[in-house]
């Protein structure tokens, strides 16, 4: 039998603010202890949150990007590319 990993997300769509960064963050680091063995909490941030997120979440929370370029680099301006993402720290993107 394969066991599937326990994962909880949270996408934030086009919300937020630094200071919600560090409180919802801080909130959710604080109570992911209580959750069963094995989940993974995920956040989900707007791009430009990310670093503030990642800075919050430490080893407790993962952190995913909404959105990857399907191109690893180029002229395409706004978007975002899966190494750039992990460069950022990013474990996930939806």
Do not use: F, H
């Not at 326990?6 to 409180?23: C, E, F, P, R």
């Not at 929370?61 to 899966?82: F, R």
């Amino acid at each position: 039998t394969v066991m599937r990993r326990k994962i909880v997300a949270g996408n934030w769509k086009m919300n937020g603010s630094k200071d919600l960064a560090q409180t919802l963050v801080s909130d959710v680091r604080s109570q992911a202890a209580s959750l069963d063995n094995g989940v993974e909490v995920v956040i989900i941030p707007p791009a430009i949150y990310v670093p503030d997120v990642v800075a919050s979440a430490g080893d407790v929370l993962s952190v995913g990007v909404q959105n990857v370029a399907q191109w690893a680099s180029g002229a395409y301006t706004g978007e975002i590319s899966a190494d750039m993402a992990l460069d950022q720290g990013c474990q996930y993107a939806l």
